[in-house]
């Protein structure tokens, strides 16, 4: 079955098998099996291994390395992953377990991003270039949302709207990408961060796996590991995930629509109150590690962290009209950083 979650569940599997001793049934039992597969190219796994060996042995315990787990199978990679049948994932805790479950289990993921981002690192000190700064948050969020706004030219064929001047959701205006894109060029002083820290780099609900008996944290997918970002880059892409983007996929006909009436959208989202309650214990936790480290412009950065990841997911969201519900939820996230 595809791992719960999933982007398009094309690539990630959990399965479940039963090995057979043919000849010795009588002597040695059926022995159940569960293992998670993954599929991908060697270049790939070789990214995500030379990330795991650069890591500070003090960090490597946070993640799994799971690059030399793979085998190749008629010229592709598949990744085994038989040790963590116990896991879930954090989008897994967040849909399913009990509100006690959910609040141990964001409490040891922040724990652990808090450890990761703030590791120790001469190489990393706050930058004294303003233009350095500029151009790492250009190089963080603006670019990374140009880039996304780039693939989603494929929607134009059902969505001609999403390139014009204006088109209304939910009774609100939205401009196009360009517009939001010029206003935040001009604030880039103002959403710089005020130093660099490593960052996971794709910290989605997904990629946190967490063994419930215990609340033992394990990520995985390191292949965007950077050594100098901001830490608000992972807590944005979280709360996106299980505050948005997670909802619109558990949005299924007939209890969700989206209406069209010329350039006039609506649609609601289905409610989900662990997320909320989920996305809401992260949020307290960033602004308290904001007010421990002296980060006034967290909350705006925050807002575009959140509007990078969801812009990014447009293109690999196979639905058209999730994914046209996916650029409407990231452009209001870029509507409210501009709307004075």
Not at 73 to 99: N, Q, R, W
Not at 123 to 152: A, N, T, V, W
Not at 229 to 236: K, L, M, T, V
Request: glycine share 4%; with cysteine; aromatic share 12%.
């Amino acid at each position: 079955m595809p791992l719960q979650g999933g982007v398009s569940g094309a690539t990630v599997y959990y399965v479940d098998a039963e090995i057979r001793f043919p000849g010795l049934q009588g002597t040695l039992q059926s022995k159940p099996l569960q293992c998670v597969i993954k599929y991908s190219s060697e270049e790939s796994f070789e990214a995500e291994r030379r990330k795991f060996d650069d890591l500070p042995e003090s960090l490597r315990n946070w993640f799994v390395d799971f690059a030399t787990q793979r085998i190749l199978v008629g010229g592709d990679f598949f990744m085994i992953m038989p040790y963590l049948h116990d896991y879930k994932t954090l989008a897994y805790v967040v849909c399913h377990c009990e509100k006690e479950q959910i609040k141990q289990s964001i409490s040891k993921v922040c724990q652990g991003l808090k450890e990761i981002h703030f590791y120790p690192d001469p190489q990393r000190i706050p930058s004294k270039s303003k233009s350095s700064d500029i151009g790492k948050s250009f190089s963080l969020y603006l670019g990374s949302i140009q880039e996304s706004c780039e693939k989603i030219e494929r929607l134009a064929e059902h969505f001609p709207e999403i390139g014009s001047d204006t088109f209304i959701v939910n009774k609100e205006e939205y401009h196009s990408r360009q517009f939001y894109f010029e206003k935040l060029s001009k604030k880039l002083n103002d959403i710089s961060p005020p130093f660099y820290t490593l960052a996971h780099g794709d910290c989605h609900s997904r990629n946190l796996l967490l063994r419930l008996r215990d609340t033992d944290l394990k990520i995985i997918d390191i292949d965007k590991f950077m050594l100098q970002s901001d830490y608000i880059y992972d807590y944005g892409t979280l709360i996106a995930d299980i505050e948005t983007y997670n909802r619109v996929l558990q949005a299924r006909r007939p209890s969700f629509r989206l209406r069209r009436t010329s350039k006039a959208f609506s649609y609601t989202l289905p409610e989900n109150a662990s997320a909320k309650m989920a996305a809401e214990l992260i949020r307290e936790n960033v602004e308290k590690l904001a007010r421990e480290k002296r980060d006034a412009g967290w909350e705006p950065r925050l807002e575009l962290a959140k509007a990078r990841y969801l812009l990014s997911m447009v293109s690999k969201t196979i639905d058209v009209e999730q994914a046209f519900l996916v650029y409407c939820e990231g452009l209001k996230s870029l509507s409210r950083l501009t709307t004075p």
